[in-house]
C-alpha cells in the first residue's frame, strides 16, 4: 500500500489513539535525514511529519524544509496537508478561528528555499499562481461543512524569519500590502511542495492577534495555549478529510512541479 497522505503539523495535530500500526521512519535525502511517522489513520496509509521536530527542538529558521520535502517524495506521498499556527492581522479571523490559506508574502532571509539551485539540479522557474492545490482546498471545504466546523477561506499568510515575533511596525506594513495572517513556516514549504508537484494546503489556525493589535506582549506559551484549547478541531477535520481524498487528481499540481534530486 502506497502513502498518498502527509500531515505536517506542531505536536497534537493527530491523535495517537487513533493511529495504528504506529512506525518510526528515518528518510535520508541528499538534503539530510527526516524523522517522520508513519501510521494507519481513519483506514488510510499516512505519514506524519512534526516541522519543529518531535521535542519541538528546531526553530522556524533552522528547519531542514528541504530534507522534509524531499523524503515525503521519497516515500510516494502526493499530497500534502500542513497546520500551522499564525497571528492574526484580520478582525474577520480571530484567534480560534481556522482559516484556508490562498496566497503568501515571503519576508523570509536565507533559507535554503529551493531545489533548484543550479549546477546539477538545475535552474527552473516554478509558477506559483495557485501557490496552495485547489482540490484538496475543496476537500477540506466539504469536510469541514460535513462536520461542521467552521473553515474560513482566503488567508494571505506572511512568513516571517522569526524567532522574534514581528514589531506593530510591521504588522502595520504587512496589514497595508494585504496580509491576513503571520507565521514563520509556511515558506518556503509550499514553494517546494509547489517545485515538486506535490499538493500542498495550508490549514492555518490562528492563535493570537498580531503585535500592536493584540492588546497584550505576544508569549510563545500564548500560541500554544490557544492552539491546545483549538486542535481538536484541526483534528476533527482532518479526520473527516481523509476518506474523501480517494478521488483522483483533477488539480495541475503534477504538471507545474518538476523531478527533483533526491
Ligand atoms: N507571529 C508570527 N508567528 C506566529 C504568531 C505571530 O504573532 N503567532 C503564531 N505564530
Same mark, same amino acid.
Given at each position: 500500500? %502506497?502513502?498518498h497522505?502527509? +500531515?505536517?503539523?506542531?505536536t497534537? #495535530?493527530?491523535?495517537?489513539k487513533?493511529?495504528?500500526a504506529v /512506525?518510526?521512519l528515518?528518510?535520508?535525502t ?7 511517522t508513519?501510521? +494507519? ?27 522534509n520535502?524531499a ?5 510516494? #506521498?502526493?499530497?500534502? +496537508?500542513?497546520t500551522?499556527?499564525?497571528?492574526t492581522?484580520n ?5 480560534g478561528?481556522m482559516v484556508?490559506?490562498?496566497?503568501? *508574502? ?9 531545489f533548484?539551485d543550479?549546477? /546539477?539540479?538545475?535552474?527552473?522557474h516554478?509558477?506559483?499562481?495557485q501557490?496552495?492545490?485547489? =482540490? *484538496? ?10 462536520a461542521?466546523l467552521e473553515l474560513?477561506?482566503?488567508?494571505v499568510?506572511?512568513c ?5 515575533? /514581528?514589531?506593530?511596525a510591521? +504588522?502595520k506594513?504587512f496589514k497595508? *500590502?494585504?496580509?491576513?495572517l #503571520?507565521?514563520m ?14 499538493c500542498?494546503?495550508t #490549514?492555518? @489556525?490562528?492563535?493570537n492577534?498580531?503585535?500592536?493589535? %493584540?492588546?497584550q506582549?505576544l %508569549?510563545?506559551q500564548?500560541?500554544l495555549d490557544v ?8 483534528r476533527r @477535520? ?7 481524498l480517494?478521488?483522483e487528481?483533477s488539480? =495541475? ?5 518538476? %523531478?527533483i534530486?533526491l
Open positions: 500500500m %502506497s502513502i497522505l502527509a +500531515i505536517i503539523g506542531g497534537g #495535530v493527530y491523535d495517537p487513533l493511529l495504528g /512506525e518510526r528515518e528518510v535520508t541528499r538534503y539530510g535525514t527526516a524523522l517522520l508513519q501510521g +494507519i489513520y481513519q483506514g488510510e496509509k499516512v505519514v506524519f511529519l512534526a516541522r519543529h521536530g518531535t521535542e519541538h527542538g528546531t526553530p522556524p529558521h533552522k528547519i531542514n524544509y528541504r530534507a520535502m523524503a515525503l517524495v521519497k516515500l510516494g #506521498v502526493s499530497r500534502v +496537508i500542513a500551522a499556527a499564525v497571528g492581522l478582525e474577520q479571523m480571530p484567534p478561528s484556508l490559506l490562498e496566497q503568501f *508574502l515571503d519576508f523570509t532571509k536565507g533559507r535554503e528555499a529551493t533548484f543550479g549546477g /546539477e539540479a538545475g535552474v527552473i516554478t509558477d506559483v499562481t501557490p496552495y492545490c485547489p =482540490q *484538496l482546498k475543496q476537500f477540506l471545504q466539504r469536510a469541514a461543512q460535513n461542521a474560513l477561506d482566503g488567508g499568510y506572511v516571517t524569519e522569526g524567532p522574534r515575533f /514581528e514589531t506593530p510591521e +504588522i506594513m497595508m *500590502l494585504g496580509g491576513d #503571520v507565521g513556516t509556511n515558506v518556503p514549504e509550499v514553494v517546494l511542495a509547489r517545485e515538486a508537484g506535490l500542498y494546503s #490549514v492555518a @489556525l490562528c492563535t492577534f498580531a503585535a500592536g493589535i %493584540s492588546p506582549e %508569549s510563545h500564548e500560541v492552539m491546545e484549547e483549538n486542535v481538536d478541531k484541526v @477535520l482532518l479526520a473527516e478529510v481523509i476518506p474523501l480517494g478521488e487528481r488539480c =495541475q499540481c503534477q504538471d507545474l512541479g518538476h %523531478s534530486l
